[in-house]
């Protein structure tokens, strides 16, 4: 009789946070999935019934190109990996030494977190200019450029999805790094010591010691950078707006003007199943691959 009591009583503190989560995140998953299988306008009435059609369409479609769409995220998502995560990881390891203004080096690195993206996409918005901008004007200084020649970084199809990820790294690295710091700091000092009097370089320490021992926290940063890249939406909108030629579209921003814009209620809402399918897919592919194996190489 006591357990029940104690199993009602967890049941019930769990309740309020367990509704939540069903209200704010299990309801509208599901609410997309249903409304991805008809042909609505998200206004009236009127809803036809098309199964897969959304789907079909989605993929099949040269004016939506949704598949352009997600191989310029997944493109995003492999630089945010194999660029912006190293570079934060070096950030942790150099600041985790215990180095003079430690404090002072991660209030600077993780300001751009704490700034609105939007006055981020209009401050980049002026470094790229072609007339003023910083970048060109430094250019035309070095005499890598006329006086009169200016490079339209985020007019050039060839160029702006690359200038569209160099913001996201900025904004985003200082982020990482106090992920990764926070696990760098958590290594035991000892670890360290013994590493060194067996003749471990700093590097050496760095690879064989610190970097396995925060596996769980680069997990998690590889998952926040591929599903982040995935969903990315507002600096791209502010930037460029899938412009130009839609060399920078990416799946949130065609779900925004399919929803509303075009009022394709059934079309967006398939969208939005798509993605919600593709961040469970890589959240779960990742953590496969960084599972831990046990000293008999067993999962």
């Not at 503190?13 to 989560?21: G, N, S, T």
């Not at 945010?80 to 570079?87: E, H």
């Not at 130009?244 to 199943?273: C, D, H, W």
């Not at 831990?292 to 999962?299: A, F, M, S």
Request: glycine fraction near 8%.
């Amino acid at each position: 009789m006591k357990k029940k009591s104690q199993k009602l009583t967890i049941f019930l503190f769990l309740l309020p946070a367990l509704l939540l989560f069903v209200g704010l995140l299990i309801s509208p998953i599901i609410m997309s999935i249903y409304y991805s299988l008809f042909e609505w306008n998200g206004m009236n009435s009127e809803m036809n019934f098309i199964g897969l059609g959304n789907y079909s369409e989605m993929f099949s479609s040269d004016l939506i190109r949704f598949g352009n769409a997600l191989k310029n995220s997944l493109i995003l998502a492999a630089l945010s990996v194999f660029l912006q995560l190293p570079f934060s990881l070096a950030l942790a390891l150099a600041l985790g030494k215990k180095i003079k203004g430690e404090r002072f080096f991660l209030s600077v690195y993780f300001m751009p977190v704490l700034i609105s993206t939007v006055v981020i996409g209009q401050l980049w918005l002026k470094i790229y200019n072609p007339d003023y901008g910083i970048i060109n004007s430094a250019l035309r200084g070095l005499g890598l450029l006329g006086e009169k020649d200016s490079i339209l970084w985020l007019g050039d199809k060839d160029l702006a999805l690359g200038a569209v990820f160099v913001p996201t790294l900025w904004q985003y690295v200082g982020y990482h790094m106090l992920l990764l710091y926070a696990g760098v700091k958590s290594v035991s000092p000892e670890l360290r010591e013994a590493a060194k009097l067996d003749g471990a370089t700093e590097g050496q320490v760095n690879r064989y010691v610190v970097i396995p021992s925060i596996k769980p926290i680069i997990k998690v940063s590889v998952i926040f950078a591929v599903t982040g890249s995935l969903k990315s939406y507002d600096l791209i909108y502010v930037l460029t707006n899938g412009g130009p030629l839609q060399a920078t579209e990416v799946p949130s921003t065609i779900m925004i003007k399919q929803l509303f814009l075009s009022n394709r209620y059934g079309l967006g809402s398939a969208m939005a199943v798509m993605l919600i399918a593709l961040c469970f897919f890589f959240a779960i592919l990742i953590g496969f691959i960084f599972k831990e194996r046990d000293i008999y190489g067993k999962k």
